[in-house]
């Protein structure tokens, strides 16, 4: 499984997790867990993905969900879980 994870970050619209998930379901991305918040107004969002089935390289999936990212006026973020866990280890 190619574990990936995607941060949405902005200022809170209608239709945010339903672009995102639409770009996903689109490119046989399958989300295996999501967490979303509102805090005064700010959207924030997490995904774990598996991206085992899409048939896109992963630099392009970046490229995509930034630029959609920016169509929706929000950040998107996308890294490989053994990258996001390096970052994070203590």
Do not use: P, W
Request: hydrophobic letters at 45%.
């Amino acid at each position: 499984m190619k574990k990936t994870i995607i941060t949405v970050v902005g200022k809170d619209t209608v239709g945010i997790i339903a672009r995102v998930c639409t770009y996903l379901a689109d490119n046989q991305i399958n989300i295996l867990d999501i967490s979303q918040t509102i805090v005064q107004g700010f959207f924030n969002m997490m995904m774990i993905v598996d991206m085992n089935l899409t048939g896109k390289d992963f630099g392009v999936i970046v490229d995509e969900l930034n630029a959609l990212g920016e169509e929706i006026g929000v950040v998107i973020k996308c890294q490989k879980e053994e990258i996001f866990d390096q970052m994070h280890r203590i």
